[in-house]
């Protein structure tokens, strides 16, 4: 078992050094940015560490560090480096997030280049996403051929054909979007959808109804619109309306009394 390190001893002109590193913190920044003595910090033998606060409007709750060191055997102490360091409450930049992960679908705009990795899990060298018994004599990847965009270098994988499906399945697009809980049928009966290519064909198409919101946009077979086009406007009503028969209210009739007299008189 290797023996505990011990502590550097304290350099005593590292540690009065308070001075020095105060008119070097000052010309890094202003006289007037560099406010009381924090601490000194023991880094290492002759290597000391002293603190400032940061006055400087720009950087609240940051301090200048300063960073002292005695030579072996020398008398004069020097400066090794001098930063700002952030303490609590200081205002930092965010922690970088590298390009790939910030990136958002409809970030890419005109003019924009997103480049493709080599190693990207979602292609595949289209020359070898089928077994050999489907290479033709001269070893072309028959599956390839017949895929439009002939020629292609890389076709999608089955990662990248997964990953495709699930963020359809569960966007707008999908089953579960308010538009398709109400829509009147689904998808997968409507005469304007279009079924697309290869394995996802069996869960996604096209809409092709200009009147729809999903027009142009991939859907899935189970979602659906109000714009189906098996709906029909309601038949007419061409039966009689009943009459409605007021048996609550009444009408109140005034009799001329002239003319219920003389109707008494001709009937006798």
């Given at each position: 078992?290797?023996?505990?390190r011990r502590s550097p001893v304290p350099d005593k002109a590292c540690i009065d050094?308070?001075?020095?590193?105060?008119?070097?913190?000052?010309?890094?920044?202003?006289?007037?940015?560099?406010?009381?003595?924090?601490?000194?910090?023991?880094?290492?033998?002759?290597?000391?560490?002293?603190?400032?606060?940061?006055?400087?409007?720009?950087?609240?709750?940051?301090?200048?560090?300063?960073?002292?060191?005695?030579?072996?055997?020398?008398?004069?102490?020097?400066?090794?480096?001098?930063?700002?360091?952030?303490?609590?409450g200081a205002l930092t930049a965010p922690e970088w997030v590298p390009w790939k992960?910030?990136?958002?679908?409809?970030?890419?705009?005109?003019?924009?280049?997103?480049?493709?990795?080599?190693?990207?899990?979602?292609?595949?060298?289209?020359?070898?996403?089928?077994p050999d018994s489907e290479l033709d004599a001269e070893g072309m990847d028959k599956?390839?051929?017949?895929?439009?965009?002939?020629?292609?270098?890389?076709?999608?994988?089955?990662?990248?054909?997964?990953?495709?499906?699930?963020?359809?399945?569960?966007?707008?697009?999908?089953?579960?979007?308010?538009?398709?809980?109400?829509?009147?049928?689904?998808?997968?009966?409507?005469?304007?959808?279009?079924?697309?290519?290869?394995?996802?064909?069996?869960?996604?198409?096209?809409?092709?109804?200009?009147?729809?919101?999903?027009?142009?946009?991939?859907?899935?077979?189970?979602?659906?619109?109000?714009?189906?086009?098996?709906?029909?406007?309601?038949?007419?009503?061409?039966?009689?309306?009943?009459?409605?028969?007021?048996?609550?209210?009444?009408?109140?009739?005034?009799?001329?009394?002239?003319?219920?007299?003389?109707?008494?008189?001709?009937?006798?």
């Open positions: 078992m290797s023996p505990s050094a308070v001075d020095l590193a105060r008119s070097v913190a000052a010309e890094v920044g202003r006289p007037d940015w560099v406010g009381e003595h924090l601490t000194a910090q023991v880094e290492d033998t002759r290597l000391v560490t002293h603190y400032f606060e940061c006055l400087d409007p720009s950087y609240p709750g940051w301090t200048y560090a300063v960073t002292v060191v005695r030579a072996s055997r020398a008398k004069d102490v020097t400066v090794n480096e001098v930063v700002l360091l952030p303490g609590e992960e910030r990136l958002r679908p409809g970030d890419v705009g005109v003019g924009d280049l997103l480049p493709t990795e080599e190693d990207d899990e979602r292609l595949v060298p289209g020359y070898a996403q089928v599956q390839m051929v017949w895929e439009l965009g002939l020629g292609r270098r890389q076709v999608l994988s089955e990662v990248g054909r997964e990953q495709a499906a699930e963020r359809w399945y569960n966007g707008e697009a999908g089953p579960r979007s308010p538009i398709a809980a109400a829509a009147p049928a689904r998808c997968t009966t409507c005469g304007f959808l279009t079924p697309l290519a290869g394995e996802l064909r069996q869960m996604f198409g096209v809409c092709t109804n200009e009147f729809a919101p999903d027009d142009g946009k991939v859907v899935s077979l189970d979602h659906g619109c109000g714009a189906h086009s098996e709906v029909r406007r309601p038949a007419p009503q061409n039966e009689p309306v009943a009459p409605v028969v007021d048996e609550v209210g009444y009408d109140h009739i005034v009799f001329d009394d002239t003319a219920e007299l003389e109707l008494v008189s001709s009937d006798s």
